[in-house]
């Protein structure tokens, strides 16, 4: 259950990152998107993003849509509150098969999943918990100041969930 | 272990080949897809390089000749008449800043991942009018025409839950290059219409229009098609990408159909939102997991 003390809440859409100083709670619905949150246990601040395809590919604006962007965006946004990268843990969910593609190429949900996982795994951030891939939609509330998630798979068919 | 014929060994290195092929071919689809990438983010880098060099003219001259202006109307070295029209002076180049300014901030909003959404019951009619009004000034520099047709309106309004503040940003820099990119004394046609959860509104200029070839590449960022001391045209090469993206926040496409010669018509579809999302969302949820369906990590 949540604890009664976070009474600010924020609804993060898809492309946006949120990285508040006080405490939180984030809610996010995920398809083929992928959430990283991280959290930062000595501060006890955490931060989110939700980002819909693996690569900016110079197309449009270089925004926070892409897990390439996001990710770093997220880190970065941390260390501005004063967070070393060392203490920083991180939770993955989303990345779920929206269209029945055989070409692993195309999976994109495949590809958003591996890219957090390289990404994190580059910066030296642990991947403490996920919930990711399946045939499934995901909603997810993240409480910033405890860094506990909670999650509810989504029941709907996920080819209805555009997002 | 099972003897395996000839036929079988040749008909499974022939498959083995044939695996092979493809995968080669995927693999040379890919790299020439990477290096296409590649490209493209030099370019946008070297893009972006020359907007923090040509920012001095953009933001520093204009700013300077505000300043001129404004220092001798206090000096009082204007008589009634020049003073006026040093006044005009100064509207213009300020409306231009202004512009430039917000693109730029919504621009470093949406790259930083920080524009949220706030949804309110907008008139769309009223707020088109309020663009064509404050953009008379440029319009009347080109003697053109700018029309509007209200086909979904109804005693003269078009109610429409959205974000307005970004509606406004997409409709304005839409109206902002139509003015800009059109010829002297021709029109601006703009229409607004809905159409189920969705409102269409498109702007259609008479300009010389776009190149089959340049027409995905104006949305991308710092992207003009006229550069360096061919170009005619202000700005950044922001507002085509902002555009895009705000329609895209607002759950809408941006389309852009042209004919050479003949002029562009940029049509923004977005999809109406549900006001009071946010809050929605929360309480519904918060029972959902109480009573035990969730997960928590």
């Known amino acids: 259950m949540m604890p009664e003390t976070v009474e600010k809440t924020h609804y993060l859409m898809a492309g946006n990152l949120f990285v508040p100083e006080e405490a939180h709670l984030v809610t996010t619905v995920l398809g083929s998107c992928v959430s990283v949150c991280l959290w930062d246990g000595i501060l006890r601040i955490g931060g989110i993003n939700h980002y819909m395809l693996p690569f900016w590919n110079g197309e449009g604006l270089a925004s926070p849509k892409y897990g390439n962007i996001a990710t770093a965006k997220l880190i970065e946004r941390l260390q501005e509150l004063g967070s070393q990268k060392r203490n920083l843990r991180a939770k993955v969910f989303g990345g779920g098969i929206v269209l029945n593609v055989k070409n692993p190429f195309m999976n994109i949900g495949e590809r958003n999943i591996q890219l957090a996982e390289d990404q994190l795994k580059s910066e030296g951030v642990p991947i403490v918990s996920a919930d990711t891939g399946g045939n499934v939609g995901r909603k997810i509330i993240f409480n910033t100041g405890t860094g506990m998630v909670l999650m509810k798979k989504l029941t709907r068919q996920i080819d209805d969930i555009r997002i | ?297």
């Open chain 2, 1 to 297: 272990m099972d003897r395996i014929d000839d036929d079988m060994l040749i008909a499974e290195v022939r498959q083995r080949f044939e695996e092979s092929r493809i995968a080669i071919a995927n693999l040379r689809t890919m790299t020439q897809n990477l290096e296409a990438v590649n490209e493209k983010l030099r370019q946008s880098e070297s893009l972006k390089s020359d907007f923090l060099s040509n920012i001095r003219n953009e933001i520093i001259n204009p700013l300077s000749s505000i300043l001129g202006l404004a220092r001798q109307l206090i000096d009082k070295k204007a008589d009634g008449r020049t003073a006026q029209e040093m006044a005009a002076a100064i509207y213009h180049e300020a409306f231009d800043l202004d512009f430039q300014m917000r693109n730029i901030f919504t621009a470093a909003e949406l790259e930083a991942g920080d524009a949220g959404l706030s949804v309110a019951n907008v008139d769309a009619a009223a707020l088109i009018r309020g663009l064509v009004a404050a953009f008379g000034h440029k319009a009347a520099e080109k003697r053109l025409a700018v029309e509007f047709d209200c086909r979904g309106c109804s005693g003269g309004a078009l109610p429409f839950k959205t974000d307005p503040d970004k509606l406004q940003k997409v409709l304005a820099n839409l109206l902002a290059n139509a003015i800009e990119f059109n010829l002297e004394g021709k029109r601006v046609l703009i229409a607004a219409w809905r159409d189920g959860d969705r409102l269409h509104i498109s702007i259609a200029d008479e300009g010389i229009g776009i190149p089959e070839q340049h027409r995905k590449k104006v949305f991308d960022r710092f992207v003009q098609l006229e550069t360096g001391i061919r170009k005619r045209h202000h700005g950044h090469g922001l507002g085509l990408s902002i555009t895009k993206a705000l329609a895209e926040l607002l759950g809408g496409t941006v389309s852009l159909a042209s004919e050479e010669g003949k002029g562009c018509v940029f049509t923004v579809s977005v999809t109406e939102q549900e006001a009071g999302r946010d809050v929605d969302v929360l309480s519904g949820d918060g029972n959902e997991f109480i009573f035990g369906e969730g997960t928590s990590y």
